[in-house]
């Protein structure tokens, strides 16, 4: 599934038109990364829960030449998911 199908497919579920199923898939989106950024964490009760990790700088090799190289530190964004979801896929 795509951003456009799950668009029509809000659409369909709410009863609403694809535009506005897309301006709050937009809108939800954008929450979620400004959560995110402020280096919050967003739960979503049944889903899951989004939140930020710091990883640190390491050493890596690249795969062609076989040099090592210097990979910096940087914030992840990890999800777990929440028990309804698990369910639903098991």
Same mark, same amino acid.
């Given at each position: ?19 506005a ?12 990364? =400004? $959560?995110?950024? &402020?280096?919050?964490k967003?739960?979503? *009760?049944? +889903?899951?829960?989004? !939140?930020?990790?710091a990883? %640190? ?8 030449? =076989? $040099?090592?190289? &210097?990979?910096?530190?940087r914030?992840v *964004?990890? +999800?777990?998911?929440? !028990?309804?979801l698990k369910? %639903?896929?098991?």
């Open positions: 599934m795509n951003k456009s199908d799950l668009i029509e497919a809000m659409a369909s579920d709410a009863g609403i038109s694809k535009a199923a897309g301006k709050a898939l937009d809108s939800m989106m954008a929450n979620v990364k =400004g $959560a995110l950024k &402020k280096g919050g967003l739960s979503l *009760v049944g +889903f899951g829960s989004f !939140s930020v990790a990883r %640190a700088a390491r050493d890596g090799r690249n795969p062609q030449t =076989g $040099a090592t190289i &210097k990979i910096p530190a914030n *964004v990890k +999800f777990k998911p929440g !028990s309804e369910n %639903a896929v098991n």
